[in-house]
């Protein structure tokens, strides 16, 4: 998820539209459940990829993601979005023992990412 940000900053040719699925840095989840080392310097990150993005994202993330727990995400959003970048935020409920692993679990968010793609105007095969 952090690549595909940092990616679509970079406005690679052809790339119409990119997914945030759990993306981040610096979780620990056994020593820091839903607290990550240094957050604040990963919205730095994100901001710069937002200022300069042009194509569209989505980005899923669950309430019980014991890397980034709840509010890391939406503030790293926050940055990513603070200039302008085109960016769906979607928090899914909790998903199993840990929701960083909701990947794991398609019929979960796979409905998000039909509806962004259907917004974006693409059609799936």
């Keep these: 998820g952090?690549?595909?940000?940092v990616a679509n900053g970079k406005n690679i040719p052809g790339v119409v539209a990119a997914i945030n699925m759990a993306g981040g840095s610096g979780g620990i989840p056994k020593d820091r459940p839903a607290n990550p080392?240094?957050?604040e310097r990963l919205s730095e990150v994100y901001r710069a990829a937002g200022a300069t993005a042009k194509a569209p994202m989505l980005w899923?993330?669950?309430e019980?993601?014991?890397?980034?727990g709840q509010q890391v995400p939406?503030?790293?959003h926050t940055a990513y979005s603070a200039k302008g970048a085109?960016?769906?935020f979607v928090m899914l409920p909790p998903v199993g023992e840990?929701?960083?692993r909701a990947i794991d679990q398609p019929s979960v968010w796979i409905p998000h990412v039909e509806s962004f793609i259907a917004s974006i105007g693409l059609k799936r095969n």
């Design 2 to 5: 952090l690549a595909s940000t």
């Design 74 to 76: 939406r503030s790293w």
């Design 86 to 88: 085109k960016a769906e």
């Design 60 to 62: 899923v993330y669950a």
């Design 37 to 39: 080392c240094g957050p």
């Design 64 to 68: 019980n993601d014991k890397f980034w």
């Design 98 to 100: 840990d929701g960083h």
